[in-house]
Structure formats: C-alpha cells, structure tokens
C-alpha cells in the first residue's frame, strides 16, 4: 500500500508539472496573439475599410552568362505580357474569353492556359500572352474594365546577343514542366525558366535565383492600390565561361559550310577557349516554344544542327591516334624510336593483308619518319607488338574513352576497346583487330573534344581536363593554373620523341600536314592529320584505282586535324573535325592553320581584355 | 482480501448503465459542446455566411461524435485496459498499411480510404500508444520501474509507430506522438534523466532514419522546418494567416465582417487556419476567450487523471489531455506564425470528420476513467 501512495503520489507531483507547463504554453500563446493582433495588428489597421491585401511573387531575373572578358553572351531583355490572377477575377475563363476577343488566342494557348488554370494555385498568376506589342498592350488596358483579374507586366525573357553561335555550349531555357514545378514551387510564377542542356542547365540552379515578394493593397475587384511592402527577390549570379567569344565567332567563320567541329583549348589548364560546331541554331526560339516546322526541319536535316558535334559526335580519330600507339609502343620498350619498321606497301597477318595508306610503301621507318607519313605499316607493328590492353591504358591516360570531367551536359564518352570488353560480348579479341586499332580505326570512337584533351595532355604532360565555367559571380573556379593538374607520369624524353614527330609533321617538307605551316616568325604548330573511311575499301575499288572524292557526300571520309602550338613552349591545342572533307591533310589543316593563326595573334590565355576585333586573315 | 472482494462484488452490484450515466461529468461535455459551438461560428463564417458547407457537418458529426463518446465512457475501463495492446497492434497495422498503399494527399502518404473518407491511421496510432503504455506501467510494480531493462518494450512500443509516421512523413504528427509517449513515461515514474535519455537517443536516430528517406520526403520535411523554401506553398499561408489576425486587432471585425478569410487570400481556412478566421472577427478578446475554454477542457481533463484511483486510468487521461494540448499548441503556435506549419487541426473546430472522430473517440475514452475511476483495478504492484 505504502509503495502505491509513492506511485500515486509521483503521478500526482508530476501531473501539477506537467499542467503548469501547458498552461504557462497556452500564455505564451495568449502572448503571441497580442503581439500579433494588437503590437503589430497596427500595421495592417491603417488599410481603409474596403481595401484589402495581396501578396504576390516576383520572379527573380536570371543571371547572365559572360564569356571569358566580361561580353554577355546569355542576357535578358524585358517582355511584356498579360497575365490573369484567377483569385481577383470572378470567372476566370469568362476572363479568358474576354481576353480573346481583343487578343485572339489559339487552341494551343487556350489549352495551356486551362491547364495552367487547373495546375496552380488561385493566387499564382497565370500567362495569357507573352511578348505583347505597344498596340496589344494599349488594348487590353482600355478594355481593362472587362477583363478582371488581367493584368499587364513586365517580365525579363532569355536572350541571346550571339544567336548560333553559341548554341551548343548554351544550351537553352523553356518553360518549367510539371515536374521542374514539383521540385521548386518558385517555379510556377510566370516567366521562371529552366535550363535545358548546356551551360543553361550546368548552372541552372545559381542563374535562377530567389523569388521576392510584395505586398499589395487591392480595391474590391482586385485592381492594384498601392505597394504596402517588397521584398525583393535575389538576383540570379552571372557565370563567367572561359570561352573567347570573338575566337569562337571567328572559329565558326572559319569552319564555312562544312559540316565540322572545332575545339580551342588553353593546353596548360583545360579552358575552353572556343568549341564551335557547324551547322547551328538559335537558342532563343526555344524560349517561347519550338514550332514543329522548325523541329521537323531541324531532325531531318542530315548535317544535324541540334546535336553538338565537339562533344557529342563520335568519330573513329584515324592516324590522329598514332601518337597514343607510339606512347604505349615506348613505354611499354615494345619499340624504341630509333627501331626501324620496313613498310612494303602492306603487312601481312594471319590470312588478312593490311594495307598502308601509301601503295608503293614507305620502306625503312623509324619513329619520327613513321608520324611525319602517317605510316600505317609502322603503326600496325607496333600495335601488335604493344597489344590493345596496353594501347587502351595509354588512351585512358589521355582521356580518350574515359569520362572527361568537362561541366556541359550530354558530353558522350567515346570508346576505346578492350580484351575485357570483347570477352564480355561472348568474343575472342583478334590480333588483326588490334592492328586496325592501331590507325586509329576499327572499334575506337572518340569526340573532338576528346581528341583536343589528347594534344593538350600530348603538348604539355599534364592531366588537364577540359572545363567550360571560369567563374561563378565573384568566385573563380579552381583549375586555372597549370599546378593544379596532375602530371600525367610520362618521362619527357618519350613525349618529345612523339611531339618531334608531329613537328615534322608541319614544319619539315614531305610532312603530310605542311600546308598547316604558320605563317608567323618564330612560332610554329605541331600536328597530326587523319582521314577515316566510313566504309571498307574491297580489293576490286583498290585495282580499279579507287578515289574518295567520287563519292557521294555521305560516304566520303571524314577529315581531322589534331595540333599544337608554339612548338617550344605549348599554350593552345585544337582538335578539328570535317565530316566527309575527305582528307585530313587537305581539308582539315589548312583550317586548323586559320584558327590557330587566330588563336596565336588573339592569345586569349594571356589577356585580360577583350582585343579590339581583328581583320579576318585572307 | 475478503474485504476488497466484497468492494468489488458491491461496485459491480451497483455499476448498472444509470449510475454510470450519473457519473459522466456532465460539465465537461458542455464545454466540448461550447468548443463545437465556437467551430459552427466560425465555419459558418468561413463559408461567407452559410451553414453550408462546413458548419452544418461540423454540428452533425459533433452530436454523432457525442452519442460516440458517451456510449464508449459507458465501456468498463478494465476491458478497455484488456483490449490495449490489440489496439497498438492494429494501428501499427494500419500505419504499415498506408505506408504500402495509402493515399498520397497534400504531398504526403497518410491517408487510407476507409468507406469514402480518408483516414489517417496515425491519428488513431496517438491514441493506441497511449493505451498501450498505460497498460504496461499499470502492471508495473514500483521496484520493475527502477530497472532500466524493464524501460526497453515500452521503449520499442514508443518508436516503432514514431519511425513509421515519421516515414510517411509526417513530421508533425511524430513529434506530437513521440511528446505524448514521453509525458506517459512521466507520469508513470520514470525518472526525468531516463526520459532524458529516451528523448536524446530518439534526437540522435531521427537523422539516420532521415538519410534512409526519398529525395523527395526529405523535401517535405525540409519545406516543413524551413517555410521560406517555399514561398508560394506554406509560407504563404503564414503571411497570409498573420496578416488576417492582424487586422483582427484588439476587438476583432465583428462576426461575418472579416474580409481575409473571405476573399480567399487564406487557403486551408476552413481546416488547419480556423483560428486565424475566428481571431479576424472576434479580435484579442476573442482569441483569448477560446484559448480559456481550451485551457479548461485540458485542465479539466487531467483532473479526471488526479480523481482516479488506478494506475491505468490515471495515465489515459494524462496521455489524451496531453495529446489534446498538442493539437491546440501546435495548431495556434502554427497560425501566429511561431512554429512551422504542422498540418495539425485545432479541435473541434476545424472542419474534417475523421479527426473529429478521433478526438470524441480519445473524450470517450477519458469519460470511461471518469467513470470508472474508483473501480477495483488488479494491477502489479505485489508482483515482483
């Protein structure tokens, strides 16, 4: 008995606690509604009877995006529009009907604005129109009395000073869907937009910026008094890219009509000074809506002007691969680059005959001789020597076939093949495969942007990995400096012996690639051509005499140019594309020549302001 | 013995439906009654001036929630102590259940269709815990009470349901229930740093059960402790329930003259915002008059937890006032603005069946300890 008085008396002593606690909360509550209510009920006891208060959010303007020197090359521009607060308008689709009788819409405008109507909330303005003209405006605020619940604001829509040019390193901005809504309500205000695709979306998150909101006081049909209180939104930040955008306005002048692609880097960091692809489109119709006139044409024209051809189009990289197959032949002390290969024309292996490009043969090769012909004999040697397990390592080093850590979206990785990876299809790798490796050609895919990786890391033994943003507002991004990349652990000895080649390759005569000689005292460019096939050559072509030009545009092959410059003391890479040009030699080079001209005398690395705009080389 | 047989053959012998009829506190349920009355006012008020939509069901399901409650204060309290874990058991049931394929409303999975209303187990779970631990320290003896192995099933029973409605998410509701549990823990004798201890372990576990969740539960529980993140959802509803009891002032509009509720600047104003409606019209004065006659239902309720003369009894009633004062703190702490919006309604006030439902229930419950409080209850205190 004695132990239950304990326990009814803790209960008891505890329950009076517990009590006084939730009474002393429920004063505090009291408190709070006096505060609320009377200390600051003061505030709202001022508005006049009839008079009442709204809140609405102001979408925030999106930052801009610069390129290297500070030049807009993303920016917004002002767009009026009308817009309709479901809660202010009695009816909101008799509003809507009567908008249309002063500004016709179309059946696609009506289904979205019913859409719009049913998806948001009552207060959340809903478009009716975008980008309104004086006279349209001048309309709707005449007929204003009719139209409850519409209003007429200004708002900021994307904007492109550059059109095409951009596109691809860009991306876009379009309207939010449904899910974009879910996982940020501040994005069912009107005029919010999303980055789709490139640097747009890259940084979506740091243009967008924060919504505001003001406070309105509105008479008893919702027309606006007076402004009681703003908050003002933040500002999206503006990102600084390391992109020229005089070097990649005069790059794409440069790639003409061709069907190309053309990446500039800063070889001692990874900028990107310019990643051009040809054709292009504009990045502002995407803004307001893509007519599907406009999609179809773009989906079928077959030089595919959406698709970003630098990072995104895949390309057997032909001899431009041969100096990753001479690291591996070194490193691995497969060949030395004293040893001599005898090229006959051809090498014979198993029951296949593989040809050199050359049909007389370039006899006794050494290194050097072998770069500076483009010797495939010599390459098929030492592919088979080295083996592709070997080959693929040192491509991974160079960053073909891996993920590149580059900041823009839908990047796609390339491919170098493996023994591992033909196991894992359920096949054998075959010698003979390694030997087509070993041109560059065969089950190897890789993008320009990639390629461009490879000379930069070729130039100066470091791991750089090509980026695109160089600053986010104020705050540089690291990976400026040279130190900040990794050396590549390559001895230099064998590095020059491959970039001695590619220096013959240019600069010394027979080299397959002279045409692409700077025309500037004591600089010069170190390179590589290829040109790949897209369909094999049979015995019968090869007898008749067989010419590539003969063919039809889409079968031809595909040029490219890989570079370097100055020779002594690298600074700039590039790597070109030119889809069915041909030959690497012929129509790749002389435009790399160009835009490495341009890139040397503009030096963009090296300045920090813009260079007034050059004449264009003739 | 013989003495407490004859007691208990006595209070059997004279436990027919009238006695305890007369012994309902008949005062208590009229101030459920002014509660409900307060709601009819102000969803009347909510509904521009109408008894329809709101108003009228409120007073329908109230007297169907009274003839509830009454007919379950009738129910002996000793076989409701019987029935208590089959009830936890069931609401774990039902919480596991809306888990895997309840409804998802206002961007959360807590409703389960049941007859072509929607329910939420988890109102029903505050409940069943509470029944559950007052069985299990009613048969506690007071010696058990000090070993700290004898604290580990009630301790279970206490974070199985809190994880399971945390997982939902439903943040608030978890808090409410885990509080309750812990004033149950209180009121039973566990010692204040023991308690301490369960509160602490259930703080240390909560992050690592909020890694385990989606992206997108974890941005519900983020919208809820941070509003800002979400200007036009919750945030919204703050500013703009501020901005109605404000302009209420020290009198208040008068009834029908409130303009913010009416223009339908409020969402939710008929549910989880009721008090800002009611404040805009009837002013400070107003407010305070109804944070009275809450006190004094909650007061009123843990009374009938000091009147009572077992164990059981005395902890049901601690946990179901406790549980009514959440509702209360959380729902006016939320429409001043003071705490982040919880979802949670305010009582017999606020329009919604099921929760109407469940408080008569949980008022059912405490008028059966009223009741029965004398009543000869064999707990464990000669157990050892």
Redesign the interface.
């Known amino acids: 008995m004695k132990r239950e008085s304990k326990r009814t008396g803790v209960f008891t002593r505890r329950t009076l606690l517990i009590a006084g606690a939730q009474l002393a909360a429920l004063g505090w509550l009291g408190s709070r509604l006096y505060q609320v209510q009377v200390e600051e009920g003061a505030r709202y006891s001022t508005l006049a009877e009839a008079n009442r208060i709204s809140s609405r959010l102001i979408a925030p303007p999106r930052g801009r995006l610069l390129d290297r020197f500070g030049s807009v090359i993303a920016g917004n521009r002002q767009n009026w529009r009308a817009l309709l607060i479901a809660e202010q308008a009695a009816d909101a689709s008799a509003s809507v009907e009567a908008f249309a009788r002063y500004i016709p819409l179309t059946d696609t405008e009506r289904n979205r604005i019913e859409r719009d109507l049913r998806r948001h909330r009552r207060f959340i303005p809903i478009v009716l129109r975008e980008f309104l003209s004086w006279e349209e405006m001048a309309r709707i605020e005449v007929n204003a009395p009719e139209l409850p619940g519409v209003l007429v604001d200004v708002g900021t829509t994307r904007q492109y000073p550059l059109g095409p040019q951009m596109a691809h390193i860009l991306g876009y901005v379009a309207p939010p869907n449904e899910a974009d809504v879910a996982q940020d309500t501040m994005l069912a205000l009107p005029g919010m937009r999303v980055g789709r695709g490139g640097m747009e979306r890259t940084h979506d998150e740091v243009l967008r910026g924060r919504a505001g909101a003001v406070q309105l006081e509105v008479n008893a049909v919702g027309r606006v008094i007076r402004e009681l209180d703003r908050q003002e939104g933040t500002q999206g930040r503006d990102v600084t890219l390391t992109i020229d955008a005089e070097l990649q306005a005069s790059v794409l002048g440069r790639l003409g009509e061709e069907s190309a692609s053309a990446v500039v880097l800063d070889a001692r960091n990874g900028e990107v000074l310019a990643m051009a692809t040809n054709p292009s489109f504009d990045p502002s119709l995407f803004n307001s809506g893509v007519s599907q006139a406009q999609w179809v044409e773009w989906t079928n024209n077959r030089r595919a002007p959406l698709i970003n051809k630098a990072a995104s189009g895949l390309y057997a990289p032909g001899s431009t691969f041969k100096m990753v197959v001479a690291l591996a032949g070194l490193e691995a002390k497969a060949v030395t680059a004293n040893d001599r290969v005898n090229c006959p024309g051809y090498l014979d292996y198993g029951d296949r005959r593989y040809h050199c490009w050359s049909k007389g043969g370039h006899g006794n090769m050494d290194l050097r001789g072998a770069l500076k012909n483009s010797c495939d004999v010599y390459f098929y040697e030492i592919a088979r020597r080295t083996g592709i397990d070997k080959i693929a390592a040192m491509s991974n080093r160079f960053g073909l076939g891996t993920k590149l850590a580059i900041d823009l979206p839908g990047t796609r990785q390339g491919f170098v093949p493996t023994r591992a990876w033909r196991a894992s299809q359920g096949k054998a790798w075959n010698i003979g495969d390694t030997i087509v490796c070993g041109i560059g050609q065969g089950y190897i895919q890789l993008s320009p942007l990639a390629l461009a990786t490879m000379t930069a890391r070729l130039a100066t033994g470091r791991a750089v990995e090509p980026h695109l943003t160089r600053a986010i507002g104020a705050t540089p991004s690291s990976g400026a400096r040279p130190e900040d990349w990794p050396s590549l652990g390559l001895p230099e000895r064998l590095l020059s012996q491959v970039r001695d080649g590619m220096w013959a390759v240019v600069n010394e005569p027979q080299g397959t690639a002279t045409i692409a000689k700077l025309d500037l005292p004591g600089v010069q460019m170190s390179g590589k051509t290829g040109s790949v096939q897209i369909r094999n050559v049979t015995r019968e072509q090869r007898e008749k005499g067989y010419k590539s030009e003969n063919l039809p545009w889409e079968l031809r092959p595909h040029a490219l140019f890989v570079g370097f410059a100055p020779h002594d003391a690298p600074r700039y890479a590039v790597a070109l594309v030119v889809e069915h040009g041909n030959a690497g030699a012929a129509a790749a080079a002389p435009i790399a020549r160009d835009i490495m001209y341009d890139v040397l005398v503009r030096d963009p690395a090296r300045r920090a302001e813009p260079s007034p705009r050059l004449a264009g080389r003739s | 013995m013989a003495l407490n047989e004859r007691r208990l053959i006595r209070a059997e012998a004279d436990f027919g439906i009238a006695t305890k009829l007369w012994r309902v506190s008949w005062v208590y349920i009229l101030l459920l009654c002014m509660l409900a009355g307060v709601g009819y006012v102000a969803l009347f008020s909510a509904a521009g001036g109408a008894a329809e939509p709101y108003a009228s069901k409120h007073i329908l399901r109230f007297g169907f929630g009274l003839v509830l409650m009454v007919a379950i204060a009738m129910v002996d309290i000793r076989l409701i102590a019987k029935l208590s874990w089959v009830v936890y058991a069931g609401g774990v049931a039902l919480l596991v259940l809306v888990l895997r394929m309840g409804h998802v409303g206002k961007g959360a999975q807590r409703w389960i269709d049941l007859g072509g209303t929607l329910w939420q187990p988890s109102e029903l779970m505050k409940l069943a815990l509470v029944l559950a631990l007052a069985h299990w320290f009613h048969k506690a ?3 058990r009470m000090g070993n700290p192995l004898f604290l580990i099933p009630p301790i279970i029973a206490l974070l199985v349901p809190v994880g399971l409605i945390l997982k939902e998410p439903n943040l608030g509701t978890a808090v409410i229930c885990a509080v309750v549990g812990g ?1 149950v823990f ?4 566990v010692r204040w740093w023991k308690v301490a201890i369960v509160v602490g372990a259930i703080l240390l576990v909560a992050p690592i059960a909020y890694d385990h969740l989606h992206d ?1 539960q974890r ?1 519900r529980i983020d919208n809820f402790l941070y509003p800002e993140r ?4 919750t945030g ?1 509803n703050i ?2 329930s ?2 109605a ?6 009198w208040g509009k008068g009834f029908l003259q409130g ?2 509720g009416h ?3 409020l ?1 939710e104003k008929q549910t989880d915002f009721i008090f800002a409606i009611y ?1 805009e019209e009837f ?2 004065v107003g ?2 008059a109804l ?1 009275g006659l ?2 004094a239902i ?2 009123g309720g ?1 009374a009938i ?2 009147r009572c003369r077992h ?1 059981y009894g ?2 049901l009633a ?1 946990g179901i006032s ?1 549980n009514f ?1 959440m509702y ?2 959380v729902n ?2 939320m429409v ?3 705490i982040p919006v919880g979802g949670v309604p305010l009582p017999l006030v606020s329009h919604g069946g099921s929760a109407m439902i469940m408080v008569m229930i949980g008022m059912g419950l405490l008028m059966s300890v009223h009741v029965h409080r004398d009543v000869e209850f064999e707990d464990g ?1 000669d157990e050892l």
Do not use: C, H, K
Request: aromatic share 10%.
């Open positions: 003896s007071w010696e004033v209180l009121g039973a004798g997108y941005a979400d200007p036009l959802g919204y500013i703009q501020r901005i009891l404000g302009s209420g002032g020290m303009t913010q223009l339908n600047f969402p404040a002013g400070l407010g305070l944070l809450l006190a909650i007061v843990l937890g000091l164990q005395r902890l601690l406790t004062f209360v703190f006016i702490a001043t603005g003071s205190r």
